[in-house]
């Protein structure tokens, strides 16, 4: 078969099949043909490239993975270029070039540019099989074989050659080649914990430099966002295997090799580079003030509506400076009315908040109203229920488009991470309750989503305000019926009035003199400790680890005891309900007067809210039960 001097190819690493050889005709037809999309004597983009740039025989995503050339169109004005993906998955350097690269090749203008990105499948024998491997370099090494299954004879290039050949028959016809690394892998070097780059990337350097032309690198690009990522959020930029990716994964790459043309500085890329748009970042306006953080609200209508008439339907975001002081923070309500995480995030809406979020700031993030809708029909809102890390392919049934749907808590998994990744502190808040009664309770949806954000605490660790419970204790105690609930609500049974909007965000009722809030305890190996800052109908309990006795800071480190001063009360009322924290006065913290735990990110944000109500003396405080769980549920007592 082989020359003995010519290198062995590259093992196949990716062990994945794209095409089977029968549907390679298939494939071809399914794919415009080449040069079509040119509009009158405008320039085309045409993409070369295997299934990382157009997966699955129709491109479509039927299979939940995609090809970044499905959106790099996003970037480019269509009034000067188009953008043609005639990639096609399975292809590698040689088989693209024999089998496809004509037609490409019989559609290019002078003026047209080519994006050449393949080789993930150089590999595997050289005349058996896919056969599809180049020899593995730059060199002008060859090598003759003969297909076993056919009978077909084909000499064999290394990789550099066929990059070389492409190049050449560019120029031949005017076109403008650019050569640009290969996506990368899910795949981590055990020497850097960063991803794998590619081989490929250094040959192409070297081809590149040899004949003139620009190269784009997209290996390194991607890779350093993803070296950016937590391993969980890297996971699920792929789909079904360590090369393909998903939606993420494609858009990513897309604004990659779109970003990459921009920087570049080879002014053979200037009249191409003429032709960008869109590559600013999207962004939620905000006016941030120096020294304050910036407190997110995410969400429904239940967070933000029409907020203007008052005797209209107000979200609860709307009542934040009632919650936070303006002279310490700044506000911004990006939450819309209809959105499910699901569509939150398809619209760009998060988007929008991510690349906005500074370090030091704060997210609330509720979900839940819309979210139990179809998935696949009607508003198409819908998630998997649950909140493990699960997805599926559905096919829209109005719009026939396929889409990666996750579940309910897969998507707030997502938004905690991105907002850590930030360097911000994440807040779950549990849905409202909606005016649904039965035997004399208002609704509770503990069974569901309450039990769903509860177990997505547990995985993350996240900061939660378990406001569906609270607000559903207020109504129980003070309502009573549908009927006396009504005002608080507008319109039907969701959606909040100015009073429930308000009740919803803070304490407008002031706690009956003699009553105290429920301690919510936390416990590790070490100790616990406990502070209680107002927020939503009462207070937020904020559970840290630190030692009691090593962090309260009321004086001089260690010249106070918790059982002096101000704490003296509560330590003795807590020791005789047998547990060991410390609670401190809501408004003394609020006012700066205690420094305890005020290291902590969720210390902080409670040194931001407004002061509302008093913490009772200890004479008239009874006794509760303490619940017990890895991190805190914030339920205090209302009654």
């Known amino acids: 078969m082989a020359q003995n001097h010519v290198a062995a190819p590259l093992e196949d690493v990716n062990r994945v099949v794209d095409l089977t050889l029968d549907s390679l005709d298939k494939a071809q037809t399914a794919r415009i043909p080449a040069g079509s999309s040119r509009r009158g004597n405008n320039p085309v983009l045409f993409l070369v490239g295997n299934s990382t740039m157009r997966n699955g025989t129709l491109g479509n995503g039927n299979n939940g993975q995609w090809g970044w050339g499905f959106f790099e169109h996003a970037f480019w004005d269509e009034n000067k270029i188009t953008v043609e993906n005639q990639a096609l998955g399975g292809m590698s350097s040689r088989t693209y070039y024999n089998k496809l690269w004509p037609d490409v090749r019989e559609a290019l203008h002078p003026g047209d540019w080519v994006i050449i990105s393949i080789g993930h499948n150089d590999n595997g024998p050289y005349d058996s099989g896919r056969a599809r491997a180049s020899i593995p370099g730059v060199g002008h090494d060859s090598l003759n074989v003969t297909i076993k299954e056919t009978g077909v004879k084909e000499t064999v290039y290394t990789y550099g050659e066929y990059m070389r050949r492409f190049i050449n028959d560019c120029r031949k016809a005017g076109a403008h080649p ?150 310490k923070v700044v506000c911004c309500n990006a939450a819309k009315a209809g959105r499910s995480c699901r569509t939150f995030l398809n619209e760009g809406r998060w988007e929008r908040v991510y690349n906005s979020i500074e370090p030091g700031d704060y997210v609330l993030i509720q979900f839940g109203h819309n979210d139990i809708g179809p998935i696949d029909y009607d508003k198409e809102r819908g998630e998997i229920p649950g909140a493990a890390d699960t997805c599926h392919v559905y096919r829209s049934k109005s719009k026939g488009t396929y889409e990666l749907v996750y579940s309910f808590g897969w998507y707030l998994k997502k938004f905690i991470d991105d907002v850590r990744e930030k360097g911000a502190t994440p807040i779950l808040v549990s849905l409202t309750p909606r005016n649904e009664w039965s035997n004399g309770h208002v609704e509770r949806r503990n069974d569901t989503y309450g039990k769903w954000y509860c177990e997505v605490v547990e995985a993350t660790g996240c900061k939660f305000v378990d406001l569906h419970n609270i607000a559903a204790d207020y109504y129980d105690k003070h309502c009573g019926s549908k009927e006396k609930a009504a005002k608080y609500f507008n319109h039907d049974h969701t959606h909040s009035s100015l009073l429930g909007a308000q009740t919803n965000a803070t304490e407008r009722h002031p706690q009956p003199a003699g009553e105290v809030s429920e301690e919510i305890k936390t416990q590790d190996n070490e100790s616990t400790t406990l502070i209680l800052a107002s927020l939503s109908l009462g207070h937020i309990a904020v559970a840290g680890r630190e030692r009691c006795r090593q962090r309260a800071d009321f004086g001089p480190p260690r010249q106070r005891s918790l059982h002096e001063g101000i704490c003296r009360p509560y330590a003795a009322y807590l020791c005789e309900e047998g547990a060991a924290e410390l609670v401190v006065d809501t408004c003394r913290i609020l006012r700066g007067t205690h420094g305890a735990l005020r290291h902590r990110p969720t210390a902080m944000l409670s040194r931001l809210y407004r002061p509302v109500g008093r913490f009772p003396p200890l004479g008239t405080t009874r006794r509760h039960h303490h619940h017990r769980c890895r991190q805190p549920v914030l339920r205090p007592d209302l009654s």
Do not use: C
């Not at 990368?184 to 003139?212: F, M, N, S």
């Not at 190269?215 to 966002?225: R, V, W």
């Open 178 to 327: 650019i050569l640009m690394s290969l996506t990368p892998r899910d795949a981590y070097d055990p020497q850097t914990g960063k991803i794998v780059r590619k081989i490929h990337t250094q040959w192409l350097q070297a081809v590149a430099a040899e004949e003139g032309v620009p190269f784009i690198d997209l290996n390194e690009i991607s890779g350093t966002k993803l070296d950016g990522f937590s391993k969980w959020k890297e996971k699920y930029y792929f789909y079904q295997d360590h090369i393909h990716t998903s939606r993420f994964g494609a858009m990513m790459n897309a604004r990659s090799a779109a970003e990459g043309i921009a920087a570049s500085h080879n002014p053979a890329l200037k009249p191409l580079q003429a032709m960008l748009r869109n590559l600013a970042l999207p962004t939620e306006p905000v006016k941030r003030e120096a020294g304050k953080p910036v407190v997110w609200f995410t969400g429904d209508s239940t967070v933000k509506n029409a907020d203007k008439d008052e005797n209209g339907m107000w979200g609860l975001g709307s009542q934040a400076y009632t919650i936070f002081d303006k002279k």
